[in-house]
């Protein structure tokens, strides 16, 4: 069992930037990948980004590339999403998961890969 729980969220004015937190708990937290996902009103939950066990791999959507950065700290059970130059169209619940049985053939991009979801945490961006 993994508890995901995130944190950071709120109301920024576009072209800020906001940092997201995620802690977990339960099983190795540096023996599976974590990632980002978001889910806009009315719209299906989306990837946003994924990083390896051991962080040496990371992938964005396109969407966010350039402007978002995902890191995480297997000490102390974290992962983060690093929001900038932030839009109106980023407005969305966020999600951090778990995917326990990641490999590099994996389809990190869909949610069914994943085992262990948060909360969700609120992102507001106005214009």
């Known amino acids: 069992q993994v508890l995901l729980v995130e944190s950071g969220g709120g109301l920024v004015q576009a072209g800020g930037s906001l940092r997201l937190s995620c802690t977990a708990s339960g099983r190795a937290f540096s023996s599976y990948a974590m990632g980002w996902f978001r889910q806009a009103p009315g719209k299906e939950r989306e990837f946003v980004s994924v990083i390896s066990p051991t962080g040496a791999g990371i992938y964005y959507a396109d969407s966010v590339k350039g402007r978002f950065a995902i890191s995480r700290g297997n000490v102390r059970n974290r992962v983060y999403l690093q929001m900038n130059s932030l839009k109106p169209e980023d407005t969305a619940v966020y999600y951090c998961?778990?995917?326990?049985?990641?490999?590099?053939?994996?389809?990190?991009?869909?949610?069914?890969?994943?085992?262990?979801w948060g909360q969700g945490t609120q992102v507001t961006v106005s214009s």
């Open positions: 998961a778990a995917d326990l049985r990641y490999s590099s053939g994996s389809d990190y991009t869909n949610a069914g890969e994943y085992d262990y």
